[in-house]
């Protein structure tokens, strides 16, 4: 079978001397994988959730498809170019690679990931960029927490609540402050605005929500190098 697909590129391994696997979330099949046979002697530039347009072979019965032709769909300006770009480039990747391996085909998941890229190549706030990424992409694979209570004063990650009563635990998160801001990550709202240290705490309340959630999800060493560059 030959086709034609629309790509977001989330891994990269070597294959052979020449060749290498690529792992693409891509538009019309979800999270598929290709060998790029003679890449390595085309040096040809593949980035990390770069979005490419790519024709390829596949059999039926194989699970690696043969790409035959592979073009960039858009080129970014700046998102390789400025460190802290290049930080949540990283970030993104950490966690689509996690959680989109066994993801079929989404045309709102797919074109969600694309704008997020697009955005992060534009913003001039990458501070923001993280806990609204983590936040929202959550919603979109169906975690969206509850809002039992309007003016919420907990935020019950267990049960993925914002409430006024819950059973406590080291699950609960009961700053006004950081309710506030998380909830905010979920259903954006700009007027509000938090400082560096809310912005770093609730990014790391949001991986514990996600990795009680998401089996095997784990982000430590990316935090560490995050909260180090990003919230100094």
Not at 10 to 38: A, M
Not at 94 to 108: E, N, S
Not at 167 to 181: E, K, W
Request: hydrophobic share 45%; with cysteine; glycine share 4%.
């Amino acid at each position: 079978m030959k086709a034609k697909e629309l790509g977001i590129l989330i891994d990269k391994q070597t294959y052979s001397e020449s060749s290498i696997v690529l792992q693409f979330y891509t538009l019309e099949r979800g999270f598929q994988s290709f060998v790029f046979k003679g890449a390595l002697k085309k040096h040809k530039a593949l980035n990390q959730l770069g979005l490419y347009e790519f024709s390829y072979f596949k059999r039926p019965e194989s699970d690696l498809g043969i790409i035959a032709q592979l073009d960039f769909a858009w080129t970014p300006q700046a998102l390789f170019e400025r460190p802290q770009k290049v930080l949540l480039v990283f970030f993104m990747t950490d966690v689509l690679q996690q959680t989109l391996r066994y993801q079929g085909a989404d045309p709102q998941l797919f074109y969600f990931i694309r704008d997020q890229l697009v955005h992060l190549e534009t913003t001039a706030s990458e501070r923001s960029f993280p806990t609204q990424f983590l936040a929202q992409y959550l919603m979109l694979l169906g975690y969206t927490p509850l809002i039992e209570a309007e003016q919420s004063a907990i935020f019950d990650l267990q049960k993925g609540s914002f409430c006024h009563v819950s059973q406590g635990g080291a699950s609960c998160i009961q700053d006004f402050t950081l309710v506030a801001f998380l909830k905010a990550q979920f259903w954006p709202n700009e007027a509000a605005l938090f400082s560096s240290a809310v912005h770093k705490e609730g990014l790391r309340v949001l991986i514990q929500y996600a990795s009680i959630h998401l089996a095997h999800f784990n982000l430590d060493k990316t935090m560490d190098i995050l909260h180090d560059t990003l919230y100094d």
